[in-house]
């Protein structure tokens, strides 16, 4: 299992908190060594960094400035751009209510216009699509998914207001999905949102990040990211978050 910590904050291209990042970094690298941890790069074992560019997903799903969605094509154009600039695993889309998420409404026709134009020449390339439950699952399995991705929050401010349900109910919810896209060979990576710092409950206790990151990973995510979500990380915190998923 591994556990990828990142630092991101909606709106901006860099993490707003760089410093921070860059000890994140420093300190997971140290830790795989200090374990003896060996991970395959596209070229030797060893300490590297891997990229979940999530931007055709995160970065349009909010889109209000552009009259009306945003053509399926052009966002395949920037799958395919990212792919070119060397990014490896893509967040293509995300299966979820049109109703709610309008500009995601396409995530069928996505997928499938990415399986035939980007995918063939990018062979080592992935394209996860975020599912918030199974209705969800299904969906992207039907359009050909083979990796997807769910999301809770280390608050319970956060998850109700961006799930609409608490973490416990979060949670068991994510059991089923995930033991059904294993079923059918997909793998799942998790995301807890929120793990350094809530907009609606302030600083965030580094075991209650920590505990829900055990629990997607214990009901079968091979991934799970601890995301700064609203960029207030330190390296101080950081240090602190570390410390509990080692202890969790």
Known sequence: HRLICAASHRGSTLPPTPVAYAHMLRRA????????ARAASSEAGGNFVRVVEVGP????????QYDGMVPTEAKV??????????????????????TWVPQMADGKE?????????????ADAVFPVLVPND??????????AKEVAVFAAATEGFSKANTNCTIKEALSRFEGVVRHA??????????????LGCPYEGTVAPEQAA???????SMGCYEVSMGDTIGVGTPGGVDRLLDALDEA
């Open 135 to 144: 209705k969800g699952l299904t969906r992207a399995l039907e359009a050909g």
């Open 77 to 98: 154009c920037l799958i395919e751009r990212l792919c070119s600039a060397g990014l490896r695993s893509v967040e293509a889309a995300a299966f979820v209510s049109p």
């Open 211 to 217: 505990a829900v990151a055990k629990r997607l990973l």
């Open 182 to 195: 294993n079923d059918e060979g997909v793998k799942v990576r998790g995301y807890v949102s929120c793990v």
């Open 110 to 122: 996505v997928l499938a216009r990415v399986g035939k134009q980007v995918a063939p020449r990018f």
């Open 57 to 64: 997903r995160d970065g349009l799903q909010n889109e209000k």
């Open 29 to 36: 690298s140290a830790r795989a060594l200090a374990a003896g």
